[in-house]
């Protein structure tokens, strides 16, 4: 049996710092628990004989362990796994690894994380991408802890985010930028504008095995989407008419390349990566600065809602797993107020004197149920 011991300083006085000493096979073991407290010094030589009974090997020192180690730890857990998009992770960890390396995993606490959160803030990130980094920490720590490289996990406070972007497209906006993107993009902005699907990982890998127009659907397997979940979408006749004019122009650069090309959406047969300054320029030019292509995901689930169909349904449209993610994209605008406004016009008739309401409504293009009648001006009594 071992026991719990603080060795004297040069002072005299004992270390603050408990440390145990137990046996294996005979052979006395002293090592430093890292903490001051009675209780936790306790339970980690309870681990060690514990370990030392049913003969599992003995981990070394804790407190030897670096930030490295428990990082490269998480990087195997994910590709391993596949809980997390291994490309995020990499990218939350670059912003860890400059700050963090060469620390002893035992020596990141409260403090030094205060410190990360002030540099990263000091460095311009927003809260929320901080969060995000800081998410990461405390599962790398957890996974630490979890494998006996570390004796507890430091408590971590997230920021304060600001509200969820509230962002999306109405009709006129989306005919707007759609004319100052390259042909090419056209396709690919309609039709996210049309089911919602994220564009960077699930409208841009598109291939034509996953557009079944016998089947009238267009799918996304299992595993490649960010729930891992499988999903498909209806080609009702403006997405089919879409795919039909995309296929025929892929057909045709086939011909004039003599190759087959996958991709559904694709720049002149090769396949499209990124195109931020494209949109970037176009929302310019069409005085629609500062939107991101995320708001087409905001404006799907409430064009789909809007249309009548079943929330449930949606859901399964659009890939949101949960209600509280799902009812912060199902956004009210300012023209679903107005309609609201004229659909109430006369119900309170006779209760005050008559007033003029400027009630101009603004021509949303549903593509499930088509454009929204107009009305110009509408006295209300």
Not at 263 to 277: D, L, N, Q, T
Request: hydrophobic content about 40%.
């Amino acid at each position: 049996m071992g026991y719990l011991y603080r060795p004297k300083l040069r002072s005299g006085k004992p270390a603050s710092i408990w440390w145990v000493k137990y046996y294996v096979n005979g052979r006395p073991i002293r090592e430093s628990t890292g903490t001051e407290k009675e209780t936790e010094a306790k339970r980690f030589l309870k681990v060690r004989e514990g370990r030392v009974a049913m003969g599992q090997p003995i981990l070394r020192r804790a407190d030897r362990i670096r930030y490295e180690e428990a990082a490269e730890d998480l990087r195997r857990f994910y590709e391993s796994s596949g809980r997390r998009s291994l490309r995020e992770a990499k990218i939350r960890l670059a912003h860890l690894d400059r700050f963090f390396r060469h620390y002893r995993l035992a020596a990141i606490d409260h403090a030094t994380i205060t410190r990360y959160v002030v540099a990263r803030q000091e460095a311009g990130a927003a809260n929320a991408t901080i969060n995000r980094e800081l998410g990461i920490l405390g599962r790398m720590l957890r996974l630490a802890y979890e494998g006996g490289k570390l004796f507890r996990v430091p408590p971590i406070k997230l920021l304060r985010e600001p509200a969820p972007r509230q962002g999306f497209f109405e009709e006129e906006a989306f005919r707007a930028v759609l004319r100052h993107l390259p042909g090419a993009l056209q396709a690919v902005v309609t039709f996210a504008y049309i089911t919602g699907w994220r564009i960077q990982s699930e409208i841009l890998p598109l291939t034509w095995a996953q557009v079944q127009f016998a089947g009238g659907v267009v799918r996304l397997e299992p595993g490649t989407t960010k729930n891992r979940e499988g999903r498909t979408f209806p080609l009702f006749p403006e997405l089919r008419a879409l795919l039909e004019r995309q296929r025929t122009l892929t057909r045709e650069i086939q011909l004039e390349q003599d190759r087959i090309i996958p991709w559904v959406f694709h720049r002149h047969g090769k396949p499209i990566r990124s195109f931020r300054k494209s949109w970037a320029t176009a929302c310019r030019l069409a005085g629609q600065p500062g939107r991101i292509p995320h708001d087409f995901r905001r404006t799907a689930v409430r064009n789909v809602v809007r249309a009548g169909i079943p929330e449930r349904v949606a859901m399964q449209l659009s890939g949101h797993k949960t209600r509280s993610v799902f009812e912060r994209y199902n956004i009210v605008s300012e023209g679903d107020l107005r309609e609201a406004g004229r659909k109430l016009t006369g119900t309170f008739s006779g209760t005050s004197a008559p007033m003029a309401v400027d009630s101009q409504i603004i021509t949303v293009q549903n593509p499930w149920q088509g454009p929204v009648a107009q009305a110009d001006r509408a006295e209300v009594s």
